[in-house]
């Protein structure tokens, strides 16, 4: 079946460090690609996505490459920020799964001035 | 415009009572997923409606738990006879198009059920 495993937490940077946060698949075929954020107290958020193997999905500075022969989907930050302290999770979904999400255990980011 | 609304945000009820939560989800969105999310792990997947069928409830842990969208839009989840393993965050999501996988979901705050 689909799952996802993500890089144990919690990670702890100071201000204006360089985050990676790795994710792995396993799912046959071509599964679109997820990562969400999770603010404390408020619901999933969308954070990027990619489709397709060799997209780059990007937004507020982070970004994933679905990369397909290692399948692997990892989430990297140039320079995070206190307001980036947060949970992430990445997530696949499969149309031959009803497009539902299957999500990894997550990973608590917690960024320090 | 509104985004997926849950209600209660918080229940809590006393083992062997019957709860249903709530979602509205984003007005013309076809697909409603729930999702139940134990405390420090990832949200796992619970049932499927496309519209007002339900496509799949492989996710429902047992015959306890029962989901219904009769007109396509509002959705309920029901826990009958709560247990304690119950308590967990409940989220639903709601997408624009049907079954399609790159479609992004868009999640609720969730409801927080603690059962006593």
């Known amino acids: 079946g689909n799952s996802v495993t993500q890089m144990e937490g919690p990670v702890t940077l100071s201000e204006e460090a360089f985050l990676t946060i790795n994710c792995t698949y396993t799912?046959?075929?071509?599964?679109?690609l997820f990562w969400y954020v999770q603010y404390p107290g408020e619901g999933l958020q969308l954070l990027l996505k990619a489709t397709k193997a060799d997209d780059k999905g990007s937004n507020k500075g982070f970004e994933a490459t679905y990369r397909k022969e290692t399948t692997s989907f990892h989430l990297e930050k140039g320079s995070v920020q206190v307001s980036d302290s947060a949970v992430y999770f990445c997530?696949?979904?499969?149309?031959?799964?009803?497009?539902?999400?299957?999500f990894g255990e997550g990973t608590q980011l917690t960024v320090n001035p | 415009g509104a985004g997926v609304s849950q209600s209660p945000r918080y229940k809590v009820a006393k083992r062997g009572q019957d709860v249903a939560l709530r979602c509205d989800p984003i007005s013309g969105h076809v697909s409603l997923f729930w999702y139940q999310q134990a405390l420090g792990q990832g949200p796992e997947f619970l049932t499927y409606f496309q519209n007002e069928a339900q496509l799949d409830k492989s996710g429902l842990p047992s015959d306890r738990f029962f989901a219904e969208r009769p007109e396509g839009s509002v959705s309920t989840l029901k826990i009958q006879r709560t247990q304690q393993e119950d308590s967990a965050v409940y989220l639903c999501?709601?997408?624009?198009?049907?079954?399609?996988?790159?479609?992004?979901?868009?999640f609720g705050d969730g409801t927080r059920l603690s059962i006593l």
């Open positions: 999501a709601s997408s624009q198009e049907r079954g399609y996988s790159n479609q992004p979901q868009h």
């Open positions: 997530a696949l979904s499969r149309e031959t799964s009803g497009s539902r999400l299957t």
């Open positions: 799912a046959t075929g071509y599964p679109s």
